[in-house]
């Protein structure tokens, strides 16, 4: 039973790049017939047609690659990230009722129901579009209302000025703060709106203490009734227009950190992903404690630039006006802000003291959670519920007394600059009073310098709480910076690998590896070289490195002495895109994801020949398991596969690499949890799929020799033998006592 293909006929029918625009321009209908039918194609075909109206040279494989997609539906604020790949600049605007200008063109259009066109030429009011059909003219006021209202413009990268995809990882690398501040500022816009809506609402702040000194040194006096009414209805208003514009500031501050929070996280699962070695240190925990770390600081960002660009600089000339209202009053709230600021910079050296120690914390009880729930059914059977509950409660305890330590040295300030408040409220009114009798000052000029002291108090106190949240959560934020300094993994493939196919010959030369905090190396000076169509297996014991031999040969880390050639080019000379499409490497601890049976063949690659998935599927004995259950392919898997038997499971990992059609296949234990049935089967599977492909496979079955040409004997990561199988089965015949009976 085999899935459906995918429907992509302007792939497929039309290519690229040579019959791109292989159509004349149809002439829209008129009259009653109206618009002609648009048929959208895929972002990701009209970001190849793009590059193709450019005349850039692309590479499908590394435009979508490390991008999420589901059948080729790259998602629309990805384009211009897809596009920096092949070195063409593209931002979204927003679309303009008018025809596009000819210099703006090629432009990308997302449809409104979902896919995209392309505007290659324009004449009066109408345009040009590529859709699934070719091209055709068609007006561009009839257009319009299908559009999602936005169009991708693009144009090369500036080769002195302009910022690759590349050049951008570099310098989040160097300085992951710095770009997030970078990423903040990046926001003009509604980082300006937000701004002037923070210098209004402060200018709206001084309605009130302007209105009570009027009404006590003015109205009351004269007892002037209409001035009251019209005095207090306008502060009314004022009071109104403050609450709407509040509204519209967090409105801004919402708008930029989902923006830019949504950013941050996008680049930092892409930097796991992406990432040329395992991130030391990143587990669960400290992840998860990152990007939840993240989401604060997405909202105190953009607070802090308005404390720091309107506020604070406004309470500068609230303290101008009480010494022109107030004289001498003034000395209370500089006083107080002093002090407010001193104990300040106490409580945050603390506060970032305690935030280390209680982020270290969160992180291992992050940790120890994944562990609980992924290891349960192994801690329930070897009674080990005591061990993992003592562990818990350690950690709660310590991490209880570390919150305690934080929130204290969080509270502390604000508790200091509530008395602080009162102590200059004190002040204020000692000196005001003594200057009313001085007669220098009013009782109206007293009660406005009261209600400025109060609200020129406000945005010191608000930078000081602001300070000691930003101490925390920069601390918590210190693994993620960790994670986005990891060093990526080449994305363009050298020109002389690209525009040669691969064989699939394979040459190690000196290969040495030694894994971080090990005291042994895992391999040490491996020499071979194997040619194009060979089939090789790699035997000795657990530990001797077959495993990390396969990870190399694979790409996936990187060697540390060395060199590793696939087809007489270095391995690092190869795009991982490129790479990934003609060596595969499967584990025998691979992980199944949940969610069906076809979606873990899959894992989100385009649907491949149905000659292929079907020979993928009857070589790994997949298709066995599958005709017994009533779901078929869309059987679900469970977390981890923990609906599948071991056999099951293996059989899937298998079928998983057989559909990548490979030129080097690379297996670690294929057939370790199949029965000999099983075994017998699937070794038949494979001795057909990988005819006239390199085979590598590490294995202890004795079986699955019959399919190699050569075995390689690794011992303490050293080969201690190289030779036909015929010579190694002897070898092995003669030294039974090294080797297990049923292992090599």
Same mark, same amino acid.
């Given at each position: 039973?085999?899935?459906?293909?995918?429907?992509?006929?302007?792939?497929?029918?039309?290519?690229?790049?040579?019959?791109?625009?292989?159509?004349?321009?149809?002439?829209?209908?008129?009259?009653?017939?109206?618009? $002609?039918?648009?048929?959208?194609?895929?972002?990701?075909?009209?970001?190849?047609?793009?590059?193709?109206?450019?005349?850039?040279?692309?590479?499908? %494989?590394?435009?979508?690659?490390?991008?999420?997609?589901?059948?080729?539906?790259?998602?629309?604020?990805?384009?211009?990230?897809?596009?920096?790949?092949?070195?063409?600049?593209?931002?979204?605007?927003?679309?303009?009722?008018?025809?596009?200008?000819?210099?703006?063109?090629?432009?990308?259009?997302?449809?409104?129901?979902?896919?995209?066109?392309?505007?290659?030429?324009?004449?009066?009011?109408?345009?040009?579009?590529?859709?699934?059909?070719?091209?055709?003219? !068609?007006? /561009?006021?009839?257009?319009?209302?299908?559009?999602?209202?936005?169009?991708?413009?693009?144009?090369?990268?500036?080769?002195?000025?302009?910022?690759?995809?590349?050049?951008?990882?570099?310098?989040?690398?160097?300085?992951?703060?710095?770009?997030?501040?970078?990423?903040?500022?990046?926001?003009?816009?509604?980082?300006?709106?937000?701004?002037?809506?923070?210098?209004?609402?402060?200018?709206?702040?001084?309605?009130?203490?302007?209105?009570?000194?009027?009404?006590?040194?003015? !109205?009351?006096?004269?007892?002037?009734?209409?001035?009251?009414?019209?005095?207090?209805?306008?502060?009314?208003?004022?009071?109104?227009?403050?609450?709407?514009?509040?509204?519209?500031?967090?409105?801004?501050?919402?708008?930029?950190?989902?923006?830019?929070?949504?950013?941050?996280?996008?680049?930092?699962?892409?930097?796991?992903?992406? %990432?040329?070695?395992?991130?030391?240190?990143?587990?669960?925990?400290?992840?998860?404690?990152?990007?939840?770390?993240?989401?604060?600081?997405?909202?105190?960002?953009?607070?802090?630039?308005?404390?720091?660009?309107?506020?604070? $600089?406004?309470?500068? &000339?609230?303290?101008?006006?009480?010494?022109?209202?107030?004289?001498?009053?003034?000395?209370?709230?500089?006083?107080?802000?002093?002090?407010?600021?001193?104990?300040?910079?106490?409580?945050?050296?603390?506060?970032?003291?305690?935030?280390?120690?209680?982020?270290?914390?969160?992180?291992?009880?992050?940790?120890?959670?994944?562990?609980?729930?992924?290891?349960?059914?192994?801690?329930? %059977?070897?009674?080990?519920?005591?061990?993992? @509950?003592?562990?818990?409660?350690?950690?709660?305890?310590?991490?209880?007394?570390?919150?305690?330590? !934080?929130?204290?040295?969080?509270?502390?300030?604000?508790?200091?600059?509530?008395?602080?408040?009162?102590?200059?409220?004190?002040?204020?009114?000692?000196?005001?009073?003594?200057?009313?009798?001085?007669?220098?000052?009013?009782? =109206?000029?007293?009660?406005?310098?009261?209600?400025?002291?109060?609200?020129?108090?406000?945005?010191?106190?608000?930078?000081?709480?602001?300070?000691?949240?930003?101490?925390?959560?920069?601390?918590?934020?210190?693994?993620?910076?960790?994670?986005?300094?990891?060093?990526? @993994?080449?994305?363009?493939?050298? $020109?002389?690998?690209?525009?040669?196919?691969?064989?699939?010959?394979?040459?190690?030369?000196?290969?040495?590896?030694? /894994?971080?905090?090990? =005291?042994?190396?895992?391999?040490?000076?491996?020499?071979?070289?194997?040619? @194009?169509?060979?089939?090789?297996?790699?035997?000795?014991?657990?530990?001797?490195?077959?495993?990390?031999?396969?990870?190399?040969?694979?790409?996936?880390?990187?060697?540390?002495?060395?060199?590793?050639? &696939?087809?007489?080019?270095?391995?690092?000379?190869?795009?991982?895109?490129?790479?990934?499409?003609?060596?595969?490497?499967?584990?025998?601890?691979?992980?199944?994801?949940?969610?069906?049976?076809?979606?873990?063949?899959?894992?989100?690659? $385009?649907?491949?020949?149905?000659?292929?998935?079907?020979?993928?599927?009857?070589?790994?004995?997949?298709?066995?398991?599958?005709?017994?259950?009533?779901?078929?392919?869309?059987?679900?898997?469970?977390?981890?596969?923990?609906?599948?038997?071991?056999?099951?499971?293996?059989?899937?990992?298998?079928?998983?690499? &057989?559909?990548?059609?490979?030129?080097?296949?690379?297996?670690?234990?294929?057939?370790?949890?199949?029965?000999?049935?099983? @075994?017998?089967?699937?070794?038949?599977?494979?001795?057909?799929?990988?005819?006239?492909?390199?085979?590598?496979?590490?294995?202890?079955?004795?079986?699955?020799?019959?399919?190699?040409?050569?075995?390689?004997?690794?011992?303490? =990561?050293?080969?201690?033998?190289?030779?036909?199988?015929?010579? !190694?089965?002897?070898?092995?015949?003669?030294?039974?006592?090294?080797?297990?009976?049923?292992?090599?």
């Amino acid at each position: 039973m085999i899935a459906p293909q995918s429907d992509r006929p302007f792939a497929r029918r039309m290519g690229f790049p040579g019959r791109l625009f292989h159509r004349s321009p149809q002439p829209s209908p008129s009259g009653a017939q109206g618009l $002609p039918t648009i048929k959208p194609i895929p972002m990701l075909d009209a970001l190849e047609a793009l590059a193709t109206a450019r005349a850039a040279p692309y590479d499908r %494989a590394v435009l979508g690659a490390a991008l999420p997609m589901e059948q080729e539906a790259l998602a629309a604020r990805l384009a211009p990230l897809a596009l920096a790949r092949i070195g063409i600049e593209a931002h979204w605007r927003p679309i303009s009722h008018r025809v596009p200008e000819a210099a703006d063109l090629p432009l990308v259009l997302p449809m409104a129901g979902g896919g995209a066109v392309l505007i290659i030429g324009r004449a009066e009011k109408h345009v040009i579009v590529l859709d699934a059909d070719g091209e055709k003219a !068609v007006p /561009f006021a009839a257009l319009r209302p299908l559009l999602a209202g936005e169009a991708l413009h693009s144009g090369p990268v500036d080769p002195v000025n302009g910022a690759s995809d590349a050049h951008e990882r570099d310098l989040i690398r160097r300085n992951p703060r710095a770009w997030l501040l970078g990423a903040y500022l990046a926001e003009r816009r509604p980082l300006g709106q937000m701004l002037l809506a923070s210098a209004l609402l402060n200018l709206c702040a001084l309605a009130i203490p302007l209105y009570m000194r009027a009404i006590y040194d003015r !109205v009351v006096p004269n007892l002037a009734i209409e001035s009251l009414w019209a005095l207090s209805i306008g502060v009314m208003l004022v009071l109104a227009f403050e609450l709407l514009l509040k509204k519209i500031k967090a409105r801004f501050v919402e708008a930029v950190a989902t923006r830019v929070g949504q950013a941050v996280q996008h680049r930092a699962v892409v930097t796991v992903l992406r %990432a040329r070695t395992p991130t030391p240190g990143m587990g669960f925990g400290a992840m998860l404690t990152g990007l939840r770390d993240l989401e604060q600081l997405s909202l105190l960002v953009p607070n802090a630039i308005a404390t720091v660009c309107v506020d604070l $600089p406004f309470v500068v &000339l609230l303290f101008a006006l009480i010494a022109a209202i107030g004289g001498f009053s003034v000395l209370g709230p500089i006083l107080g802000a002093i002090g407010l600021i001193l104990v300040g910079l106490v409580c945050n050296y603390a506060l970032k003291l305690a935030s280390r120690r209680a982020s270290r914390l969160v992180q291992a009880r992050s940790d120890l959670t994944a562990e609980l729930t992924s290891g349960w059914t192994t801690i329930k %059977a070897n009674h080990a519920e005591g061990l993992f @509950e003592g562990r818990w409660d350690l950690i709660s305890d310590h991490l209880a007394m570390a919150g305690k330590q !934080v929130r204290h040295w969080t509270e502390l300030p604000a508790a200091a600059s509530g008395l602080l408040a009162q102590l200059v409220t004190v002040m204020v009114v000692v000196i005001g009073v003594l200057q009313i009798k001085a007669g220098v000052m009013t009782t =109206g000029a007293l009660i406005a310098v009261v209600l400025l002291t109060g609200r020129a108090m406000v945005p010191v106190a608000a930078t000081v709480s602001m300070f000691a949240r930003a101490y925390q959560s920069l601390a918590q934020f210190q693994a993620l910076a960790g994670l986005l300094e990891s060093e990526p @993994e080449r994305d363009v493939s050298d $020109p002389a690998v690209s525009l040669a196919p691969v064989r699939g010959a394979l040459a190690v030369a000196g290969l040495s590896h030694t /894994f971080t905090g090990s =005291g042994a190396p895992s391999l040490s000076g491996l020499s071979f070289t194997i040619r @194009e169509g060979e089939r090789v297996a790699l035997i000795g014991k657990s530990g001797s490195g077959k495993s990390t031999l396969l990870q190399l040969l694979a790409g996936l880390i990187p060697a540390e002495d060395g060199l590793i050639t &696939l087809d007489g080019h270095a391995l690092d000379r190869f795009a991982i895109p490129h790479l990934r499409q003609n060596v595969i490497y499967s584990a025998q601890d691979a992980m199944i994801f949940e969610g069906t049976v076809w979606h873990n063949i899959l894992l989100g690659m $385009p649907e491949p020949d149905p000659a292929i998935v079907e020979r993928a599927i009857r070589c790994s004995g997949l298709d066995s398991f599958v005709a017994r259950t009533a779901e078929g392919y869309m059987r679900q898997v469970g977390p981890r596969g923990s609906a599948l038997s071991g056999g099951q499971r293996q059989s899937l990992l298998l079928a998983r690499a &057989l559909v990548r059609n490979p030129k080097v296949l690379l297996l670690d234990e294929p057939t370790a949890s199949l029965d000999v049935a099983s @075994e017998q089967a699937v070794i038949a599977g494979l001795a057909e799929a990988t005819r006239g492909r390199t085979l590598i496979v590490a294995t202890h079955r004795l079986a699955l020799l019959e399919i190699v040409d050569r075995v390689i004997w690794l011992e303490q =990561g050293r080969v201690v033998a190289d030779r036909p199988k015929a010579d !190694v089965l002897s070898q092995l015949a003669g030294q039974s006592g090294n080797v297990p009976k049923q292992a090599a």
